[in-house]
């Protein structure tokens, strides 16, 4: 876990830091998560404005009040923390694969060598954003589907999950390990959203550190800018790709197998029934859910990125 220096290795550092971004996101805005995942799931209300607050009040007044908010708590905390902390290890480990293939070796003046470490570009960022996605996805895919069903059902609903175990029980019972790949293929082609996320966020982060005019010295990123630019990459990516979220929900619902026979079934019954506008229900509540948490996970995970060195070298 560290490297011959005595300093933590790259992948720990990136894993320890998303895993701790993501426990912290997921305490903050379950609640958001929730009422995302309910309007993603509904067949029958027309998308409308004011539609969260219906999900809302209906929560609120026959599931148990405020406690429902936090209704699967357990799945999407275990979810997001081990997602972001593998996500991150393959991120961390497959740049510094990318870069250890294009490092130049070059002569120097006293007869020995040195290596010239290339900086990536954003075809390269996208490509290792890419491939930690797709791991990611595959792993971690049968969290999601406990996790949607949990989020898009009330606990008195009859059928509903009581539990993460139980649901993890159940689900092996009656669709044994098929059932926990629902709705895999969006969640493959949703992929692209972090590597769009992460090919801006990278992009932005060299622009904002570039010398401005007149200077010679790099800018040093503060939170602020960590907030700015974690928020502009991540709208950029939800416009492009939210659709798949709305087809990854309605195939891990509990009923997705009487439903919809695949996929593309499910893109022809929504864009039938409910029309363009099917595909971005929960829109409004995921962007608002979902700018907190990028700020929250960024700002979290470049801290703590930054902090863990130092912290290991005073504990040795």
């Known amino acids: 876990m560290s490297d011959k ?3 933590p290795s790259t992948s720990f550092v990136e894993s320890i830091a998303g895993f701790t971004a993501g ?8 609640p958001l998560d929730l009422i995302k995942t ?5 067949r029958v209300s027309p998308s409308r404005v004011g539609s969260s607050l219906r999900i809302i009040r209906t929560i609120h007044a026959s599931e148990g009040g405020l406690p429902a908010f936090y209704r699967g708590l357990v799945p999407n905390l275990v979810g997001n923390s081990s997602s972001w902390a593998i996500y ?11 870069r250890s293939v294009r490092a130049t070796t070059l002569p120097s003046n006293n007869g020995n060598t040195t290596t010239r470490t290339a900086s990536l570009g954003a075809s390269e960022y996208f490509v290792a ?12 895919n049968p969290i999601w589907v406990i996790k949607t069903r949990m989020l898009s059902t009330g606990a008195r609903t009859p059928g509903a999950y009581p539990s993460f175990i139980s649901g993890t029980r159940r689900i092996f019972q009656s669709e044994g390990l098929r059932g926990f790949y629902r709705g895999l293929t969006p969640a493959l082609l949703g992929v692209s959203h972090g590597a769009f996320q992460f090919m801006a966020y990278e992009q932005l982060k060299l622009y904002r550190v570039s010398p401005t005019s007149g200077s010679t010295t790099n800018h040093q ?4 800018d960590f907030f700015v630019i974690s928020g502009l990459s991540k709208v950029f990516a939800v416009v492009i790709t939210y659709p798949y979220q709305v087809l990854r929900t309605r195939l891990q619902s509990y009923d997705a197998g009487t439903v919809y026979r695949g996929l593309w079934d499910a893109v022809g019954q929504i864009w039938r029934n409910e029309g363009i ?3 971005y229900k929960g829109l409004g509540p995921s962007i608002v859910r979902v700018l907190p948490s990028t700020w929250v996970t960024f700002l979290v995970y ?3 990125k930054k902090a863990l060195p130092s912290i290991t070298s005073s504990a040795g």
Do not use: M, P, W
């Not at 426990?23 to 379950?30: M, N, P, R």
């Not at 991150?88 to 990318?98: H, M, R, S």
């Not at 954003?129 to 971690?140: D, K, N, Y």
């Open 5 to 7: 220096n005595g300093h």
């Open 23 to 30: 426990v912290v996101s997921t305490f903050c805005l379950h």
């Open 38 to 42: 309910r309007l993603q799931a509904d």
């Open 88 to 98: 991150f290890l393959f991120y961390g480990n497959i740049k510094d694969a990318i």
């Open 129 to 140: 954003s890419g491939i930690a996605g797709l791991l990611t996805a595959v792993l971690t």
């Open 221 to 224: 990123l503060d939170n602020l």
């Open 277 to 279: 506008a099917g595909f």
């Open 302 to 304: 470049e801290n703590t």
